[in-house]
T-cell receptor, first 114, second 112 residues
Framework: AQSVTQLGSHVSVSEGALVLLRCNYS??????LFWYVQYPNQGLQLLLK??????LVKGINGFEAEFKKSETSFHLTKPSAHMSDAAEYFC????????????FGKGTLLTVNP | DGGITQSPKYLFRKEGQNVTLSCEQN?????MYWYRQDPGQGLRLIYY???????QKGDIAEGYSVSREKKESFPLTVTSAQKNPTAFYLCASSMEGLKTQYFGPGTRLLVL
């Protein structure tokens, strides 16, 4: 079984400040990890993903995440928040092989204050 | 442009009524999925299909039905047996053997 915990259902930052959204996972096998972003009343957009190889993954809109196996974490960061980053962010885990099932975290709502 | 379309954007259901949500993709993806999203609960898998004419139940399939007669289409029917249908429904698709799922814009279902 696999699970995802996103620490903090709501994170608030000032424009220009560091964004850090935390995600911890549990998986009995090497995981595939994703971050998706959702703007109000829209579908989910892929920000970045980790499958194998380099543990620091760069995504769209200046976001990046680091896979830390020893800490079972995949935290999402951005050096400088922009107003347009305000959205809900989902950390997602799945496992290798033919299993298609994704396990979603409950989401973190990011607010950016001017 | 390649992508996933869902219609309608908003759907209203009366008591005892079945309603069907449309999902179409032109990405030539083999697998398609339906998720339900409720506030504070993330996304939960309703049904998924890896190939035409085959589909499997997800975690919350009760009260829902699907069909996969064409590769590009995966409609979801919310039946009258689903007692709490008010939610945001998201369709997704992925390539065979790859894990990345791409999502449509969603349909919001409301009960009158």
């Amino acid at each position: 079984a696999q699970s995802v915990t996103q620490l903090g259902s709501h994170v608030s930052v000032s424009e220009g400040a560091l964004v850090l959204l935390r995600c911890n996972y549990s998986s009995s096998v090497p995981p595939y990890l994703f971050w998706y972003v959702q703007y109000p009343n829209q579908g989910l957009q892929l920000l970045l993903k980790y499958t194998t190889g380099a543990t620091l993954v760069k995504g769209i809109n200046g976001f990046e995440a680091e896979f830390k196996k020893s800490e079972t974490s995949f935290h999402l960061t951005k050096p400088s928040a922009h107003m347009s980053d305000a959205a809900e962010y989902f950390c997602v885990v799945t496992r290798g092989g033919s299993n298609y099932k994704l396990t979603f975290g409950k989401g973190t709502l990011l607010t950016v204050n001017p | 442009d390649g992508g996933i379309t869902q219609s309608p954007k908003y759907l209203f259901r009366k008591e005892g009524q079945n309603v069907t949500l449309s999902c179409e993709q032109n990405l030539n993806h083999d697998a398609m999925y339906w998720y339900r999203q409720d506030p504070g609960q993330g996304l939960r898998l309703i049904y998924y299909s890896q190939i035409v004419n085959d589909f499997q139940k997800g975690d919350i399939a009760e009260g829902y039905s699907v069909s996969r007669e064409k590769k590009e289409s995966f409609p979801l029917t919310v039946t009258s047996a689903q007692k709490n249908p008010t939610a945001f429904y998201l369709c997704a698709s992925s390539m065979e053997g790859l894990k990345t799922q791409y999502f449509g814009p969603g349909t919001r279902l409301l009960v009158l």
